[in-house]
């Protein structure tokens, strides 16, 4: 597979939670080695989509770099850089906004799942995001963007933007393709029919990568299994314990298979301390290097700012290449 350039980003949600590690930033960190233009942009455009007190958003976006920078990402190896720092992201949203149909919008699940939480009423800004990152992703010229299951559909209207404008103006956008994480969806521990969420308002649903050892363990000790003490990875009829393979496996790095030969004899009580200790200490390194990220407000500042500007540089070719095209 040749990759020309990576693309992704995240939203400011303060400290990320452990499906948010091991379905992306774990990814993220492995690509910087692996490809030489690579950017990750703390999405800052995007959470206006759901309202936010404005204090509390600056303080999720320090601290939602410093756990990423915690996790393994490196600026000197990527373009780490807050969305809003670069207007030609908004700029080129308006331009692509013009070349898509409303009905299309329409059909994607996360408007008819989010408008929910706004009273069935919803705002432009809900409906139109997904152009937004479109333009996101065009904006670099992004040949390849980490994406988990839940965006696959978002990543397809990306390519058929792409492919509209290179009809309308001729061949100049690269048509993106997916990179899609090979971790299983990490679920709910409260309930393993959803995907674990920070919007859970269920506090023992969901581990955030900076829990202390007793908060990871009480949350495991409280996970929803079923009446079978057996350990077995079956995810359509022992759902809540196949979470907790999963899990296990990810952050070891084991297979589903030497999982379950190592969890052998144990019942399902016992397994979730094992899980628990696994968690803990994967992430007690991260966790003590993110408090000490947090203290240095200025230093996680300047990175997003360094990175915006190295970002401009790259997007502003690109995007007066695109006003010409359009006849600005």
Sequence with gaps: MVV????????PTGTPHLGNYLGAIQNWVNLQEECSSVLYSIMDMHSLTLPKEPAVLRQNILDTTAAILACGIDPKKCFLFRQSLVPEHAELAWILGCLTNVPRLLRLPQW????????????????TYPVLQAADILLYKST??????DQVLHLELAQDIAQHFNKKYGEFFPVPKAILSTTKKIKSLRDPAVKMSKSDPQKLATVNIADSPDEIVLKFRKAVTDFTS????DPDS???????????????GLSIKE????????????????VAESVIQ??????????????????LIKVLEDGAEKAKELAAPIYQEIRRLVGF
């Design 144 to 149: 390849h963007v980490p994406v988990g299951e």
């Design 259 to 274: 999982v379950l030969h190592q969890s052998a004899g144990l019942d399902t009580a016992h397994y979730k301390a094992v």
């Design 282 to 299: 994967k992430f007690a390194p991260i966790r003590n290097e993110i408090k000490k990220l947090q203290e240095d407000k200025s230093h």
């Design 238 to 252: 022992r759902p809540g314990v196949s979470n907790l393979v999963s899990i296990h496996a990810a952050v070891t």
């Design 112 to 127: 008819k799942m989010k408008r929910g939480s706004q009273n069935n009423e919803g705002t432009v800004g809900l409906l």
């Design 4 to 11: 020309d350039r990576i693309f992704s980003g995240i939203q």
């Design 230 to 233: 057996e350990v077995t990875y």
